[in-house]
C-alpha cells in the first residue's frame, strides 16, 4: 500500500488550499506556456488535478501515472464523471515508458520521493527517456534551497514543514497541511541538496535543469498575505529540457 492510499481525499481537498492556485498552479502553467496540441505525461498525477487542468488547457493527449491506487482510482472516478479524454495508469514513475515519447513532462512533488541521488537518478531517466528530444520536463518540488529554521509562518496558509536544519541528504522533510474544513494530514518527502539535483539531471541526459522562483497571481501581486510565503518559499518551480 502506497502512503498516498490512506490520504487521497485529504490530499485532493488541500487542492483547493489558495496557495495551490495563486503560486503553484499559476507558476506552471506560465512556465509551461502554451500547451494546445501537445502530447502530456503527468508523472506523480495524484488523483489528476493538473492532468485534468492539462487536457482543459488543449493537450491532445495526457496521461497521468500514480503509485498509489486509491489516488488513481479518484482520477478515474472524476474521468467517469465528467470525460475528458485523460487516461490514468497505476505505475512506479522510475518504471514507466510511454509507447511513444511526449512533448512534455509535468512532475509535481515526485522528485522531493526521492531519498538518495541514485532514486533521484531513475526518475530523472524515466522523465528522460519519456521525452522526444527537444521535449520539456516542467514541475514543482520541495524547494529543496530553502531550509527554514521554523515553519510558524506558513500556518496561515495551510501548510507546515519541517525539517532538519542543517539538512542532510536523505532527511525526512514533514509536511503538515491543514484544509479548508481544518482537516489535519501529514507526509514525508526527503531532503537532496539542490547541487545533487542538478548533477543527477545532466548525468540523465538533460541539457539544462533550472529552479524556478514561484510567481504570484496577477490579481494578488498588491496582497501583503503572501509575504510571508514568499519570503520563506517551502515549494520551488524547476523547467529541464531533452
Ligand atoms: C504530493 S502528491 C502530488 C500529486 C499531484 N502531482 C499534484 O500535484 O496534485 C505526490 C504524489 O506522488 C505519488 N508518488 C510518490 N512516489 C511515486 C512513484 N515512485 N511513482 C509514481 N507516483 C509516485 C504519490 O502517490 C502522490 O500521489
Keep these: 500500500m502506497s502512503t498516498y492510499d490512506a490520504i487521497a481525499e485529504e490530499y485532493r481537498d488541500s487542492k483547493q488550499l489558495p496557495f495551490r492556485e495563486q ?12 500547451v494546445r496540441g501537445k502530447t502530456v505525461l503527468d508523472m506523480a498525477c495524484g488523483e489528476g488535478y493538473y492532468t485534468r487542468l492539462l487536457k482543459r488547457a488543449g493537450a491532445s493527449e495526457v496521461t497521468g501515472v500514480d503509485i498509489s491506487a486509491e489516488m488513481i ?8 464523471g465528467q470525460p475528458l479524454g485523460c487516461t490514468y495508469v497505476r505505475a512506479d514513475a522510475a518504471a514507466f515508458r510511454p509507447e511513444v515519447p511526449v512533448d512534455l513532462v509535468v512532475a509535481t512533488y515526485l522528485f522531493n520521493y526521492a ?4 532514486q533521484l537518478g531513475r526518475y530523472c531517466r524515466a522523465c528522460h527517456g519519456a521525452l522526444k528530444p527537444g521535449g520539456r520536463l516542467i514541475g514543482v518540488n520541495d524547494n529543496v534551497r530553502n531550509i527554514p529554521p521554523g515553519t510558524a509562518s506558513l500556518k496561515k496558509y495551510g501548510l507546515e514543514r519541517s525539517c532538519p536544519n ?15 474544513d481544518g482537516h489535519r494530514f501529514q507526509f514525508d518527502n526527503y531532503y537532496l541538496a539542490h547541487e545533487t539535483y542538478g548533477a543527477v539531471f545532466r548525468k540523465a541526459g538533460f541539457r539544462e535543469f533550472r529552479w524556478v522562483d514561484l510567481w504570484l497571481s496577477a490579481s494578488q501581486r498588491r496582497n501583503p ?10 515549494i520551488a518551480a524547476f523547467t529541464a529540457t531533452r
Design 23 to 34: 503560486l503553484e498552479r499559476y507558476t506552471l502553467f506560465q512556465l509551461l506556456g502554451d
Design 73 to 80: 482510482r479518484l482520477a478515474e472516478d472524476q474521468e467517469a
Design 115 to 118: 531519498s538518495t541521488a541514485e
Design 166 to 180: 542543517p539538512a542532510a541528504e536523505g532527511d525526512i522533510v514533514r509536511y503538515t497541511i491543514t484544509n479548508a
Design 225 to 234: 498575505f503572501w509575504d510571508d510565503f514568499l519570503s520563506n518559499p517551502p
